[in-house]
């Protein structure tokens, strides 16, 4: 016997939409818990879409507040979380060093890093 579904897919998606794509403030906006909110994105593909575009529009503004605390307001914080983050493919990692000392003498270590091989 079919289960009948609580809520429409236009109810959840007008539920995810009202919050951003959040899960859990959708399934507090519907009454429901939020495995009930994932279960409608694991079954329903416009549901999905849905949840994924409104997301995506989140953490697009979330990105513009970063960018214009890092480029307009100058902020050191935002510059490197940004270059930590979004410019990790063009190099800006962090470098971490090994301190190995032995009866209070420092031994000294080579570290060789080799290009990564191509696929092919």
Same mark, same amino acid.
């Given at each position: 016997?079919?289960?009948?579904?609580? !809520?429409?897919?236009?109810?959840?998606?007008?539920?995810?939409?009202?919050?951003?794509?959040?899960? !859990?403030?959708?399934?507090?906006?519907?009454?429901?818990?939020?495995?009930?909110? #994932?279960? !409608? @994105? +694991?079954?329903?593909?416009?549901?999905?879409?849905?949840?994924?575009?409104?997301? &995506?529009?989140?953490?697009?503004?979330?990105?513009? +507040?970063? #960018?214009?605390?890092?480029?307009?307001?100058?902020? $050191?914080?935002? @510059?490197?979380?940004?270059?930590?983050?979004?410019?990790?493919?063009? &190099?800006?990692?962090?470098?971490?060093?090994?301190?190995?000392?032995? +009866?209070?003498?420092?031994?000294?270590?080579? @570290?060789? @890093?080799? $290009?990564?091989?191509?696929?092919?």
């Amino acid at each position: 016997m079919a289960r009948t579904e609580r !809520y429409t897919r236009e109810q959840m998606i007008e539920a995810l939409e009202a919050a951003k794509g959040m899960v !859990y403030l959708a399934a507090k906006h519907l009454g429901c818990s939020h495995t009930t909110v #994932y279960n !409608y @994105i +694991k079954r329903y593909a416009s549901v999905r879409l849905v949840q994924e575009q409104t997301t &995506g529009e989140f953490l697009d503004s979330v990105e513009l +507040k970063l #960018y214009q605390a890092a480029l307009r307001d100058s902020k $050191p914080w935002a @510059i490197q979380f940004a270059l930590r983050t979004k410019g990790k493919q063009r &190099g800006y990692t962090e470098a971490r060093g090994l301190d190995i000392t032995t +009866k209070g003498e420092k031994v000294e270590t080579n @570290i060789i @890093i080799l $290009p990564a091989k191509e696929d092919g």
